[in-house]
C-alpha cells in the first residue's frame, strides 16, 4: 500500500459526459501528480499540483482540468468524453527533498463507451 | 527534451536466476533522477530504485540493483534471484531536476514485461 487513495478505482460512462476522479495524497505529501496510461501513448504527465498551485503541465486537453484544495487532496476533471480517453488514470505524490520519489495510488480505469 | 527508451519488449528469466532490463535515457540537463517501477498485472505502479545523477555509487535496494553509466546514458536494472512474483511490467523513468528541486514529472519508457519461469 503506497498510502496514496484513488477513487473511484473504475468508471464507465458514455461518451460525451463528465466524470470526476479524486485523489488523496499521502501525509505529507505536498505535490501531487496525474498520469494517464492507454496503450497507444503509454504513461504520460498531465499535471503537477504543489500545495495547491499548478506547477507544471504536461499533455493535457483542454477539456481536462484539475485541482488541489486546502486539505491537499486533488481532483481531475474529464469533460467531453470521447472514447480515446478511455484510460488508466494515476494520481502519484511526492514530497520535497531526498529522492523525491512518487508513490502511485492503485488507479482509476476509465471506459467510454 | 527528455527521452527515455527501453529496447526490450519483452524479457524471459528462470527463476532463482539475475537478469538485467536495460534503460538508456537522453538529457542535456546536468542534474537528474532515474527510477525504475514494477506494475503487476493487478495494475498498481510500485517505486522500485532510484539513482541520482550526482550518485557515485550505484543504487541498491534489497535483490534490485542499478547499473548506473552516466557516460553511456544508460541506468539498467539488475534482478538477482527472480522470483515468480517479479513477473511483471517493468518502467525506467526520468525526473529532472529543475532549479534543484527535487519534484518534478517524470517521464516514461515503453516497459518491459518480464516473465519468471518456474
Known amino acids: 500500500d503506497s498510502g496514496v487513495t484513488q477513487t473511484p478505482k473504475h468508471l464507465i460512462t458514455a461518451t460525451g459526459q463528465r466524470v470526476t476522479l479524486r485523489c488523496s495524497p499521502r501525509s505529507g505529501d505536498l505535490s501531487v501528480y496525474w498520469y494517464q496510461q492507454s496503450l497507444d501513448q503509454g504513461l504520460q504527465f498531465l499535471i503537477q499540483?504543489?500545495?495547491?498551485?499548478?506547477?507544471a503541465k504536461g499533455n493535457i486537453l483542454e477539456r481536462f482540468s484539475a485541482q488541489q484544495f486546502p486539505d491537499l487532496h486533488s481532483e481531475l476533471n474529464l469533460s467531453s468524453l470521447e472514447l480515446g480517453d478511455s484510460a488508466l488514470y494515476f494520481c502519484?505524490?511526492?514530497?520535497?527533498?531526498?529522492?523525491?520519489?512518487?508513490?502511485f495510488g492503485p488507479g482509476t480505469r476509465l471506459t467510454v463507451t | 527534451a527528455q527521452k527515455i527508451t527501453q529496447t526490450q519488449p519483452g524479457m524471459f528469466v528462470q527463476e532463482k536466476e539475475a537478469v538485467t532490463l536495460d534503460c538508456t535515457y537522453d538529457?542535456?540537463?546536468?542534474?537528474?533522477?532515474l527510477f525504475w517501477y514494477k506494475q503487476p498485472s493487478s495494475g498498481e505502479m510500485i517505486f522500485l530504485i532510484y539513482?541520482?545523477?550526482?550518485?557515485?555509487q550505484n543504487a541498491t535496494e534489497g535483490r534490485y540493483s542499478l547499473n548506473f553509466q552516466k557516460a553511456r546514458k544508460s541506468a539498467n536494472l539488475v534482478i538477482s534471484a527472480s522470483q515468480l512474483g517479479d513477473s511483471a511490467m517493468y518502467f525506467c523513468?526520468?525526473?529532472?531536476?529543475?532549479?534543484?528541486?527535487?519534484?518534478?514529472?517524470?517521464?516514461f519508457g515503453q516497459g518491459t514485461i518480464l516473465t519468471v519461469h518456474p
Open positions: 523513468a526520468m525526473r529532472i531536476n529543475a532549479g534543484g528541486t527535487s519534484y518534478g514529472k517524470l517521464t
Open positions: 502519484a505524490s511526492s514530497r520535497a527533498g531526498g529522492k523525491g520519489e512518487q508513490y
Open positions: 499540483y504543489y500545495n495547491g498551485e499548478e506547477r
Open positions: 538529457t542535456s540537463d546536468p542534474s537528474y533522477g
Open positions: 539513482q541520482g545523477s550526482y550518485d557515485q
